[in-house]
């Protein structure tokens, strides 16, 4: 069983930054899975917003968010993290970490940001800009 927790988020002005953390249970991740970013605001569907591969090497942003999000992994703290600049108001959502470790995320060599194909999840985080 794939456990997902995540922290980091907070209140924070328009224009500043927060990193996010998703500490994820300890499991080998198998080549082709994917770890990915979520948001969610209230009566609006979950949006991707970043993924990246099981090894690191693919990386794959929403729009909205290219240039100022960077999803990063830690294998040996067994953690996935979002870091996220020049934040907006728009930006405001409950942030969740989501992973996939059987392949079912991968389009060609990159996560997609569908959230269909995953299968663990985490319980959120919020993120406030104002």
């Known amino acids: 069983q794939v456990q997902l927790v995540e922290s980091g988020g907070g209140s924070v002005q328009a224009g500043g930054s927060l990193r996010l953390f998703c500490v994820t249970s300890?499991?080998?991740?198998?080549?082709?899975?994917?770890l990915n970013w979520f948001r969610q605001v209230p009566g609006k569907e979950r949006e991707g917003v970043a993924g990246i591969d099981s090894d690191g090497d693919e990386e794959n942003y929403a729009d909205s968010v290219k240039g100022r999000f960077t999803i990063s992994q830690d294998k040996a703290k067994n953690t996935l993290y979002l870091e996220m600049n020049n934040l907006t108001p728009e930006d405001t959502a409950t942030y969740y970490c989501a992973a996939d470790p059987w392949g079912g995320a991968r389009f060609g060599s990159t996560c997609t940001l569908a959230p269909k194909p995953f299968g663990f999840w985490g319980q959120g985080t919020q993120v406030t800009v104002s």
């Open positions: 300890k499991y080998t991740y198998p080549p082709g899975g994917c």
